[in-house]
């Protein structure tokens, strides 16, 4: 059932991977977006071709818009806010110095119609999919205490979410937590949820996780909304506990400004030979060209055309086979030296020995399966286990965390200086505001006040 009343399916229905990305697409991102069921954004960033060109092979998008919060950035919208459109605490507004953004007061008409133009100017007009609404999480945050307010708003929220579907039907729409919101107020009008820092370690052990857990999956059962669920730590880990679960999993390591290239690859509408598994992981920037994968037709038979050179003449035909590309190091090694030992190896043995060639990878012709990078020159870097099944039919989360092992501190610093200049630059201080009151909920401490017990009692 779909949230306008017609029988339909909800838009997020198949969708098995995403990523968010705050940032602006290079001509790489939106092709690589192209291999994801589902990307979010910033669409003040996108034109209308660029959407065009990203959906062109199915991929939906999601645009981002803050409900609960408006930063001083936005100089435009915040120039159209009246007095009544701010939420006011004992006569002051509700100001969030870390992120320079104030607390809205979504049962204010006026910022209702603020927020609709502002889903016709950046989403619909660019034809987006639908909208990611983020920091609705603040109703739960900020009101829980306060049962009148705490209604006041929620109502407030419907009647915006009605207005929405109104206008612009059946368009996807995903609210970031308010996890009591959505099961008291909004999951008849919502297809999504999103539950970021959910962390293995963390869930494992909580409680409040778990119970929740359970409540989302009702909700889906009786309202269809779906659980997207964010991981920073224990990537393999929190996948599992996600896919288990039946949510949709996305591990993030850069606070969403930096796209994770590579980690999904799409082969249904581009490979020749549909039973033919998908390339590994590290040849994904040139995803679309990745037709085969010769690692595994290599170990099957003995008739790999390197083998074959090799075993007929004590030259080094490999050289001579993969001089065609200016990729192949090892081929370069041979061609310029008769002693090269992939030669010496073949004639001794008649097993696959060229191996040595490309390494542990076993890809016989990495030249044939990256054409245009020079990546494959050193195939050793990619450990065998990233061509199996699981990871690229994933997020391929677990290859992140194992390159995440190896990051130096001074990298990690760097990577902090350059989300805190993202943070003034608004690429995503709506997002890591989020992860403080909702790394608390994990913990518990909103567990202090009756009404929440009441709420979560099973």
């Known amino acids: 059932m779909s949230k306008s009343g017609a029988q339909t399916m909800n838009p997020l229905d198949g969708v098995k991977n995403y990523q968010v990305f705050y940032g602006h697409p290079t001509d790489a991102i939106l092709k690589d977006m192209q291999n994801y069921d589902l990307v979010i954004i910033e669409p003040l960033h996108y034109t209308k071709a660029q959407i065009d060109l990203i959906q062109s092979r199915g991929t939906k998008v999601l645009g981002y818009i803050s409900v609960m919060e408006v930063a001083t950035w936005n100089t435009g919208l915040m120039s159209k806010l009246q007095a009544g459109d701010f939420f006011t605490r004992n006569g002051q507004r509700v100001h969030y110095p870390e992120w320079d953004s104030y607390l809205t007061n979504i049962a204010s008409t006026h910022f209702q119609g603020l927020l609709l133009t502002e889903i016709q100017n950046q989403v619909i007009a660019k034809g987006i999919d639908g909208v990611f609404m983020d920091t609705v999480g603040d109703i739960d945050n900020e009101h829980l205490n306060n049962p009148t307010v705490l ?85 393999a880990e929190s996948h599992k506990l996600a896919k288990d679960a039946g949510f949709i999993h996305f591990h993030e390591a850069d606070e969403y400004v930096n796209w994770n290239a590579g980690l999904v690859t799409r082969t249904a509408t581009i490979a020749p030979a549909p039973s033919t598994p998908t390339s590994t992981p590290t040849s994904t920037a040139t995803s679309t060209e990745s037709t085969v994968k010769p690692a595994e037709t290599a170990p099957k038979t003995e008739t790999a055309k390197p083998a074959e050179t090799v075993a007929k003449t004590e030259t080094a035909k490999p050289a001579e086979t993969v001089t065609t590309t200016e990729t192949a190091k090892p081929a370069e090694t041979v061609a310029k030296t008769e002693t090269a030992k992939p030669a010496e190896t073949v004639t001794t043995t008649e097993t696959v020995k060229p191996a040595e060639t490309v390494t542990t990878t076993e890809t016989v012709k990495p030249a044939e399966t990256v054409t245009k990078t020079e990546a494959v020159a050193k195939p050793t870097t990619t450990p065998v286990k990233a061509t199996t099944p699981a990871q690229t039919t994933s997020s391929s989360a677990p290859k992140v965390a194992d390159e995440k092992k190896v990051t130096s501190k001074k990298d990690e610093k760097k990577k902090k200086h350059v989300k805190k200049k993202a943070v003034k630059a608004k690429k995503h201080a709506h997002v890591t505001k989020q992860d403080a009151p909702k790394g608390k909920m994990c913990g518990k401490a909103k567990q202090q006040t009756a009404a929440f017990f009441k709420f979560f009692k099973l």
């Open 151 to 235: 209604k006041q708003q929620r109502d407030g929220l419907v009647n915006f979410l009605k207005q929405a579907r109104a206008k612009y039907g059946d368009i996807a729409m995903v609210q970031n937590w308010g996890f009591d919101t959505l099961e008291t107020s909004t999951a008849p009008y919502v297809d999504g949820i999103m539950w970021e820092s959910f962390n293995a370690d963390t869930i494992k052990s909580d409680a409040w996780s778990q119970n929740m857990i359970k409540k989302l999956q009702a909700v889906d059962t009786k309202h269809s909304v779906k659980t997207l669920t964010i991981s920073t730590r224990q990537s």
